[in-house]
């Protein structure tokens, strides 16, 4: 109770955050809700121009980061850490049957997907072991819990990324650090649009009739819920994979 009194409900202040993918889309709606609450933010990501750009505006620090690269991950979060927050939020996603994918495309998928959470998780512990405090918060996805049709392999990464938070939790508990899970349903990003302008209006009615809400959720919908797991108030929290989908697999 006590470290929770310690800041205002939300507040980051004097914490280091490190966001992967966080030029665009959700890791960018993060990168400014962590910003807004008073972290040091480093943002990782392949698209360098707008990292800097974001950076630029809420004073962060952006770097080049090529997740699928688990020695480029090591160098860049031991230059610049270390960290008390780190967001593992970059992915990337490939519609196909699965029978028209290929090793390269598994390999990729896994690398970016799953890989990257595991190097960037292993590359911020060991200073927040040392600190006695941490927050792990993994981006998976409602495809993980629901399957997605044409979206096996991705689907079972971001399965992989579940099963790993609740063991990096059972095994840094005693540190002080916590590990969670969010999972988006459709949300209105860079990486949704794409979808949409392969499938037209038929996808678009098909993700949002999936969701109780029967709407697409908004990049800062995801932030809000990592930044209440990246605070003091979410200290009793760990292990946990959090659906923030407007009820998508509830039926209804």
């Given amino acids: 109770m006590a470290a929770a009194a310690t800041r205002e409900f939300g507040r980051l202040d004097g914490r280091r955050a490190f966001v992967s993918g966080g030029a665009n889309g ?15 933010v480093v943002i990782g990501d392949l698209d360098l121009a707008a990292a800097a750009s974001l950076a630029g505006q809420v004073e962060a620090i952006a770097v080049y980061l090529d997740v699928g690269d688990t020695g480029m991950v090591q ?20 519609h196909a049957f699965f029978t028209d994918t290929t090793p390269e495309d598994w390999t990729r998928l896994l690398a970016v997907n799953l890989v990257s959470t595991f190097a960037c998780t292993q590359a911020g512990l060991p200073a927040m072991q040392a600190s006695g405090f941490g927050r792990i918060i993994n981006i998976t996805s409602e495809a993980a819990r629901l399957g997605s049709k044409g979206g096996a ?52 009615r098909a993700m949002t009739d ?30 946990e994979t959090i659906g923030v989908s407007g009820g998508m697999g509830i039926g209804g």
Avoid at 75 to 94: C, E, L, Y
Avoid at 156 to 180: D, L, M, Q, W, Y
Avoid at 211 to 234: C, H, K, N, Y
């Fill in 26 to 40: 959700i890791g960018a709606a993060i990168v400014r809700s962590f910003a807004g609450a008073g972290a040091q």
């Fill in 75 to 94: 160098t860049v979060i031991s230059q610049h850490g270390p960290f008390d927050i780190v967001v593992n939020n970059a992915g990337v996603d490939q």
């Fill in 153 to 204: 392999v991705y689907s079972a990464a971001k399965g992989g990324v579940i099963a790993f938070t609740k063991s990096i939790a059972r095994e840094n508990a005693r540190f002080g650090i916590t590990a969670n899970a969010i999972a988006p349903g459709p949300i209105r990003t860079p990486m949704l649009e794409a979808a949409v302008a392969r499938g037209g209006d038929k996808i678009l």
């Fill in 210 to 239: 999936a969701t109780l809400l029967r709407r697409l959720g908004e990049p800062e919908e995801i932030a809000a819920a990592v930044l209440f797991l990246a605070s003091d108030q979410a200290a009793y929290i760990t292990g």
